[in-house]
Every structure is written in C-alpha cells, then in structure tokens.
C-alpha cells in the first residue's frame, strides 16, 4: 500500500501555547491514538488550525489540514486543500505527492483543465505572490537604469533601461495572459452526477463527477444555488453549489 507522507511543517514560535502549537499537538497525537479515538483528535486538531488563520490561510497551514481531511478520508476537501497549498508553495514536493496519492484514493483520472497558454512562459511554478515580486523587481530596475541614464548620459545606460522597460512589457503581458488563460475552476466535494438544469428535481445526466476533481465555472443560475461546470473532459452540465470548493488560479 502507498504510504503518505505527513509530515508537517515545522515552524518556531514566540509563545507555548499558540493555537498553532496546540494543533500540531494535537495532530501528533492523534497519529499514537487508536482508530477510535483519532477522528476526535483530528478533528480538534482542524478546528484549532482554521481558529489561526481562517481567512487567510498560508500554503504550509493549507497542507496541514489536508492531511488531516485525508486521515479522516474527506478526499474531496484534503484535494481541495491541497490544491489551494499548491498554488501558493507550487514548487513543494511534499504537497504534490501528497496531492497525487490523495487523487488515487478519490479514483480522479490525472487529466486536468489544460490551458496551453498558462505554460508558456512558466508562471505555474510561481505563486501570485512571486510573479508580483518578479514584476516589481522588474520595473524597480527599469527606473533605476533610466536615472542611470540622466545622471551619466554618457555612460551607455540608455539602451540597458529600453531593454530592461521591454522585457518587463513582456512580462507584464504575459502574466496578464496567464490570469486571463486560467478560468475559475473548483473542486468537487462529493460524487454527484451532472444535472441537465438548475433544479432538484432535474434529470440527471449520465457523467458523474468524482471527489476531488476540478471542474470549470461556466455560470450561475438566478437563485445562485446551482454552477453550470465544465468537466476537464469537455463535458458540462450543473451542480449544487454547496457541493464545490472555489479555488483561485
């Protein structure tokens, strides 16, 4: 059987007794308990990780509580979670294999909403966070080269801060054409099947949807109970929206 690896990130703290602190205590005990007593543990464990930081959740808390929805076999909430982790540490391994092991247990096929435009110049191994760095650095550099130039005219920096301003032109655009290539996207949290229309009582279609996979946000219907989504295999249909997790490109 594969084994998955949790470890946890590991971090120092000021205080003892930090609600952080007190959750990877209790995540590690939960680990020596028997079977019976783990789902408590954990579950005590997630509810003092999401009292830390429940709005805006770092990528190694993201990947902490992942673990323990798999633990607890909530495969279509740890996916989720992972998802999320990985878009803001996309170059973590242990999020990535742990990501895929959580894809097997769910029965989620490896194909994913493909946008070859979204590769091409390489920001999906970069957070948001990063690519923003990248561009301020890039534009701190043109206005330092372009003072270069008015101070030391004579100096050849004139052609430095143009070509610096055009490659950050570039880059600019192309991390625009990312955003704009990569469609609002989310996960299944159950295995449902598509509907045909926005409503309970619609005929259902013969696709299902399984945990964990990602599916494009096509619309929302009036009553903004039901998502017309696109699986990564072209087909669409409808699902209750409280049976998604919204994710972010």
């Known amino acids: 059987m594969t084994l998955l690896l949790f470890a946890l990130f590991i971090s120092s703290f000021a205080a003892a007794d930090t609600p952080l602190e007190q959750a990877q205590q209790e995540y590690l005990l939960a680990e020596k308990e028997s079977v019976e007593k783990q789902h408590s543990r954990f579950n005590q464990a997630l509810a003092l990780?999401?009292?830390?930081?429940?709005?805006?959740?770092?990528?190694?808390l993201l990947y902490n509580m992942a673990n323990i929805h798999f633990y607890l076999k909530e495969f279509g909430l740890a996916i989720a979670l992972y998802r999320r982790a990985e878009s803001l540490l996309p170059r973590n391994d242990r999020i990535q294999e742990n990501l895929t092991i959580a894809l097997e247990h769910a029965n989620v096929q490896a194909k994913q909403i493909?946008?070859?435009?979204?590769?091409?110049?390489?920001?999906?191994?970069?957070?948001?966070?990063?690519?923003?760095?990248l561009l301020l650095g890039m534009t701190f550099a043109v206005f330092l080269f372009f003072s270069l130039h008015l101070w030391f005219p004579q100096a050849g920096f004139q052609l430095v801060w143009k070509s610096m301003l055009a490659l950050t032109t570039i880059i600019f655009t192309s991390i625009v054409c990312y955003a704009l290539a990569i469609p609002p996207r989310a996960i299944i949290l159950r295995t449902t099947a598509l509907r045909t229309t926005p409503h309970k009582e619609a005929a259902l279609t013969q696709t299902t949807v399984q945990q964990g996979?990602?599916?494009?946000?096509?619309?929302?219907?009036?009553?903004?109970?039901?998502?017309?989504?696109?699986?990564?295999f072209g087909i669409a249909g409808y699902v209750s929206v409280h049976g998604v997790y919204f994710i972010t490109p």
Not at 49 to 60: A, F, L
Not at 114 to 133: N, T, Y
């Open 49 to 60: 990780y999401m009292s830390e930081q429940p709005s805006n959740p770092s990528g190694k």
């Open 114 to 133: 493909e946008r070859p435009i979204a590769d091409l110049f390489g920001f999906r191994w970069l957070s948001a966070f990063e690519r923003g760095l």
């Open 213 to 232: 996979e990602m599916v494009e946000l096509l619309s929302t219907d009036h009553s903004k109970q039901w998502l017309e989504v696109r699986t990564p």
